[in-house]
């Protein structure tokens, strides 16, 4: 039996989403794929950020991140959000955005969304847990979702 951990990982399925952040007026956005549900009561999402990156300069107790939801068809979006194009005019290059109530960017061709409220975090490594509780969302489209294997994109390793 081969010895791999790259291997393990590779072995494990995940959505990529684009997920929001902002602080003090301005927004970001990145490509991730190391996030999911972990509560039901109340319903909570855990996304996984690399320390000293841009996305977590702009996340803190209390604040807040949203997640947009791709097609599987939307992969060219997913590889636009790998180096984010600065936001002007309502745009992160030819991506439109609106922004929540608490000013997290929202896709206009996002076939769904969440915006969480962050509620705590640990760093149990080279990326930091943030945990957030839903509290707003939307949904456009049931259609299947773009992921890791659908694409054959990895953050994994
Ligand atoms: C398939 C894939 C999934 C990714 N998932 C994450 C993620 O979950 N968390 C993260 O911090 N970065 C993730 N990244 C990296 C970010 O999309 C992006 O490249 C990084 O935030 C750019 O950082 P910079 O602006 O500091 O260069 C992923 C990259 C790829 C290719």
């Not at 549900?37 to 909570?44: A, D, I, N, T, Y």
Request: charge should be positive.
């Amino acid at each position: 039996m081969k010895r791999s951990k790259r291997r393990f990982f590779s072995f494990s399925p995940s959505p990529i989403f684009i997920v929001g952040c902002g602080k003090d007026g301005v927004v970001h956005a990145f490509s991730g794929s190391w996030l999911g549900q972990c509560s039901f009561k109340p319903p909570v999402v855990w996304i996984a950020v690399r320390n000293d990156s841009r996305p977590q300069s702009m996340l803190e107790v209390g604040g807040y991140f949203s997640v947009n939801v791709l097609r599987s068809d939307q992969e060219g979006i997913a590889r636009a959000f790998f180096k984010t194009p600065e936001p002007k005019d309502g745009k992160f290059g030819s991506a439109a955005f609106h922004q929540t109530s608490h000013g997290m960017p929202v896709l206009e061709e996002a076939s769904g969304w969440v915006e969480c409220r962050i509620t705590s975090l640990v760093t149990p490594g080279d990326h930091t847990i943030y945990f957030g509780e839903v509290v707003d969302c939307g949904i456009s489209s049931d259609a299947a979702v773009l992921t890791t294997v659908s694409s054959g994109m990895k953050y994994s390793g």
